[in-house]
């Protein structure tokens, strides 16, 4: 099966004190969660592996917000409060970046799939597929 192709990718919060790069399939898919938190920032997810990503300025910049279980950890620019990219539950070894903060990227040419964050224990199983 043949891989699909990658492109570079940067972004960032409103005033640009939290920059970041990453490498991803020319063409995205991205998660809409109705989730508690993510349904009032209307946060999309871009699922990117921790090898494929790097922060490009000081993560002192940063605030984290933990809830729930505690195991994501939401992070905030500290000056504009924009959360541009976290550490999600569901997958450990990546970033989920906001494509709403990622430079050009108009969101109405991604492939969006909906799910159900708001009952998550239920519906994780359908983030390995």
């Known amino acids: 099966m043949r891989q699909p192709e990658q492109q570079h990718y940067a972004g960032g919060c409103h005033c640009s004190r939290v920059r970041f790069e990453f490498t991803a399939p020319s063409e995205l898919e991205v998660l809409r969660c109705n989730c508690s938190i993510c ?7 871009l699922v990117v592996p921790h090898s494929c990503f790097t922060l490009l300025t000081d993560p002192a910049v940063l605030t984290e917000y933990r809830f ?4 994501a950890r939401h992070l905030f620019c500290s000056q504009c409060g924009i ?7 569901s997958h450990p070894a990546c970033w989920s970046v906001n494509a709403r903060c990622v430079d050009g990227l108009d969101p109405a040419r991604l492939k969006i799939t909906d799910f159900d964050g708001r009952h998550w224990s239920a519906a994780q199983a359908e983030l390995t597929q």
């Open 83 to 89: 959360k541009a990219y976290y550490q999600p539950r």
């Open 39 to 45: 349904q009032r920032i209307d946060y999309l997810h």
């Open 68 to 71: 729930n279980t505690g195991a």
